[in-house]
């Protein structure tokens, strides 16, 4: 039985009144911690290490208002890579919660409410449910969330990422999204980032602010820096042998031993116009 198989049929026992049930941290060791992300309603404090049955040592917390991840590379989605990456954790949970507040606020209420606040509707953007991801689903916020994850390429393909709801009354634990089952889509973690016209922009100065390895992103053209960490990516797949929807009977490619040059500077060292400079100095 792997962590989150136990963990639910742990929880399904003791909410039929089973009061012997609860998980053995110790037999899943290797599974702990874990990285949960949900929501910021207080009524979950106290709630949700209980029903989990996962020890706080074990229990790497994300919060956000509607346990909402707005884009692969976002801001959450980079707290949850490093919670793998620096604090060790290895499964990954979205839960969501029956009776959310940011699902039940529509835009309207959301605008007076900020207005009671003071923040009037000029200093909003025009599109207030896009832009703060508020969702009129609760499920369908969990299940889109856990799709962001699992295809976010801050992601490991060895970590299953989960998506589950929680009764906020009862502590009942439903189990939408399987990470045991949810293959990550390789090819898509990179499409959907190029892609996205809208999101390109801001994904690639993301990328330039958060640094994979030694990659850095100068601040010029941007098709440049669309192709570059396409083929740069594609590069890495290979190396890593990864198939990929696009090249599946592609021969591996030996490793790529440094990123790519982004910019139009001759490979063979400085741009045309420091060359000139240094001419001297060079020869
Ligand atoms: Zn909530």
Redesign the pocket.
């Known amino acids: 039985m792997r962590l989150f198989e136990a963990i639910i049929a742990a929880n399904h026992r003791a909410i039929a009144g089973d009061t012997t049930a609860g998980l053995k941290p110790f037999e899943f060791a290797a599974n702990l911690p874990i990285v949960a992300l949900s929501?910021?309603?207080v009524r979950?404090g106290p709630l949700l290490p209980e029903v989990l049955g996962v020890p706080e040592s074990d229990f790497i917390w994300l919060r956000n208002?509607?346990?909402i991840i707005t884009g692969p590379l976002s801001s959450t989605m980079r707290s949850m890579a490093l919670a793998c990456a620096i604090k060790g954790g290895k499964e990954i949970a979205i839960i969501?919660?029956t009776?959310?507040?940011?699902?039940k606020t529509g835009a309207l209420e959301l605008l007076e409410r900020f207005r009671a606040l003071g923040v009037e509707r000029h200093r909003l953007p025009d599109n207030l449910p896009e832009f703060f991801g508020t969702f009129s689903s609760d499920r369908q916020n969990v299940i889109h969330a856990a799709d962001i994850a699992r295809n976010s390429p801050l992601i490991s393909p060895r970590i299953p990422v989960h998506g589950l709801m929680v009764d906020i009354v009862t502590g009942k634990l439903e189990w939408l999204v399987n990470g045991y089952e949810t293959a990550p889509s390789v090819a898509s973690k990179w499409n959907e980032v190029i892609h996205s016209a809208g999101q390109t922009v801001d994904a690639l100065k993301s990328l330039a602010d958060f640094q994979i390895g030694e990659m850095k992103f100068p601040e010029t053209k941007i098709g440049e820096h669309i192709m570059g960490a396409g083929e740069w990516m594609a590069e890495k797949l290979h190396a890593a042998q990864i198939p990929t929807a696009a090249q599946p009977a592609a021969p591996p490619k030996p490793p790529h031993p440094e990123p790519p040059h982004l910019t139009a500077a001759p490979k063979t060292g400085l741009p045309p116009q420091l060359r000139a400079r240094f001419k001297v100095r060079l020869k």
């Open positions: 929501c910021i309603d979950l208002a509607g346990n969501g919660h009776d959310c507040q940011v699902g």
